[in-house]
């Protein structure tokens, strides 16, 4: 006798099975202590399968034994038939395909239900209103706008929908959908996107802090030309040797930000970046405000910038990057998510990288809203933040009555001539190429370094 089956003997349990699976449901023939199911049909062999006690079924092989079983029962002419077919598959079936408990009434309702085509069963609550068409262009949308959070997307979403090649019933779906929503929506996509941010700042020495001041980040500024600037390494993993830096900037009244590239990290550099920003914002520079690495505490920054060309400049408070919370934010936002966290040794990409910034540039301050903070307040442990309205850089300085009309002029003359679309199309062209170059000469180092 095997171990797996029962102490009962064969031929009776047989004699019974054959009893109630006889003119096409079913036989028992087989080894001492085994169960074999055999079905047929006009004396035609359809299904058998040989119950040893032992096995491991799959929910599709079950699936099948009781489609085949319900055959029988569901014919059956009497209740007392049917109760007596209940209790043998209780007692020997059930036992032999894994199922070692289940209640009469659940058995019941399984051979019921066996011959019967599964219903989808409908979920509860309200149909959902936007199909999965809707949530792909969405997150098309947030990918070619540079994964804003939803309260911006929804505010350029009005623009950027008229240029924006999808369907009618397309467009009025995501102009109707709620910030709430499309955080539900983006909500994998975010979690794809999210990486680590590298910070390779080397701190001044006291000496040369006295030359500049300290500055006061209570202070709000309501006219353009207070810029921030910080820069961001591109590293990759590994902190030695020579690469590249952007050198960014962004205005605290607008948020209007640029970057520009540059090789290696020192004054002279970064101080030039700073000077051509000067032509490059569409305002003047009135302040200058960045944390204590070495690139811009120093002598030179102080003779250029503040000696020569009239820019207050001033520090933030050492071991507090929260002073220069905007540029840091930017960091991310205006950097980070376009070019990532890849390492750039080759200086012969600088150029490139410079182009790059240009277009991204255009998008980011004529077609992307910003939002900022109106007041934050403290009520018992939760902080209640406040922002204003989402509004691109563009659209802030076009609405600040401090600014000169003349300037007004030519920003809405060069808006004009933009189309986000292809200024994307253009950006994913440059990237597509930077990348390409830049993974070459990062493999060819790797070989040369034996990595």
Same mark, same amino acid.
């Given at each position: %006798?095997?171990?797996? !089956?029962?102490?009962?003997?064969?031929?009776?349990?047989?004699?019974?099975?054959?009893?109630?699976?006889?003119?096409?449901?079913?036989?028992?023939?087989?080894?001492?202590? !085994?169960?074999?199911?055999?079905?047929?049909?006009?004396?035609?062999?359809?299904?058998?399968?040989?119950?040893?006690?032992?096995?491991?079924?799959?929910?599709?092989?079950?699936?099948?034994?009781? =489609?085949n079983l319900a055959w029988k029962y569901n014919f059956l002419p009497t209740k007392r038939e049917k109760i007596q077919f209940l209790c043998e598959l209780e007692s020997i079936v059930l036992p032999r395909i894994g199922i070692h408990s289940m209640h009469r009434k659940s058995l019941i309702r399984k051979l019921r239900s066996a011959l019967c085509p599964t219903k989808e069963r409908r979920t509860r609550g309200r149909k959902s209103k936007y199909t999965d068409i809707d949530k792909m262009h969405l997150v098309r949308l947030w990918q070619l706008a540079? =994964?804003? !959070?939803?309260?911006?997307?929804?505010?350029?979403?009005?623009?950027?929908?008229?240029?924006?090649? !999808?369907?009618?019933?397309?467009?009025?779906?995501?102009? +109707?959908?709620?910030?709430?929503?499309m955080d539900e929506y983006l909500r994998q996509a975010r979690h794809e996107h999210l990486k680590k941010v590298n910070s390779g700042t080397v701190p001044a020495k006291n000496h040369i802090k006295r030359l500049i001041r300290l500055r006061d980040p209570s202070v709000r500024y309501a006219d353009p030309g207070y810029i921030e600037s910080d820069t961001v390494l591109h590293c990759g993993d590994k902190i030695f040797g020579t690469y590249s830096h952007?050198?960014?900037?962004?205005?605290?009244?607008?948020?209007?930000?640029?970057?520009?590239?540059?090789?290696?990290?020192?004054?002279?550099?970064?101080?030039?970046?700073?000077?051509?920003?000067?032509s490059v914002l569409p305002f003047k520079i009135v302040a200058l405000f960045f944390d204590n690495g070495i690139e811009y505490v120093n002598h030179l920054l102080v003779q250029e910038l503040k000696d020569r060309q009239g820019v207050d400049v001033a520090r933030g408070r050492s071991g507090r990057s929260n002073d220069q919370c905007h540029i840091e934010q930017k960091n991310n936002t205006f950097v980070r998510q376009l070019f990532g966290h890849v390492r750039i040794e080759d200086p012969n990409l600088i150029p490139l990288m410079n182009e790059i910034y240009e277009v991204?540039?255009?998008?980011?301050?004529?077609? %992307?809203?910003?939002?900022?903070?109106? +007041?934050?307040?403290?009520?018992? +442990?939760?902080?209640?933040?406040? =922002?204003?309205?989402?509004?691109?850089p563009y659209q802030r300085i076009i609405e600040n009555p401090r600014v000169e009309e003349s300037v007004k002029e030519k920003l809405r003359a060069t808006k004009a001539t933009l189309n986000?679309?292809?200024?994307?199309?253009?950006?994913?062209?440059?990237?597509?190429?930077?990348?390409?170059?830049?993974?070459?000469?990062?493999?060819?180092?790797?070989?040369?370094?034996?990595?």
């Open positions: %006798m095997r171990p797996n !089956c029962p102490a009962i003997r064969v031929t009776e349990i047989d004699l019974e099975m054959n009893r109630f699976f006889e003119g096409g449901a079913g036989g028992g023939q087989g080894s001492t202590g !085994c169960l074999v199911i055999t079905v047929t049909e006009s004396g035609t062999k359809l299904w058998s399968i040989t119950l040893h006690g032992g096995e491991v079924l799959d929910q599709a092989t079950k699936d099948e034994i009781f =489609y540079g =994964y804003p !959070c939803s309260k911006r997307l929804q505010a350029l979403l009005p623009e950027w929908l008229g240029q924006y090649k !999808c369907g009618d019933l397309v467009k009025r779906s995501l102009l +109707s959908m709620s910030a709430s929503q952007t050198v960014s900037a962004t205005d605290l009244a607008s948020g209007w930000t640029e970057g520009r590239g540059i090789f290696g990290k020192n004054a002279e550099l970064v101080v030039q970046r700073l000077t051509e920003y000067g991204w540039g255009n998008l980011h301050n004529y077609f %992307m809203p910003q939002q900022k903070l109106i +007041s934050k307040d403290r009520v018992g +442990s939760k902080v209640i933040k406040k =922002y204003d309205k989402p509004k691109t986000p679309f292809l200024l994307q199309a253009e950006l994913q062209k440059k990237l597509a190429l930077f990348h390409r170059l830049n993974d070459a000469y990062n493999e060819k180092r790797k070989l040369e370094r034996g990595w």
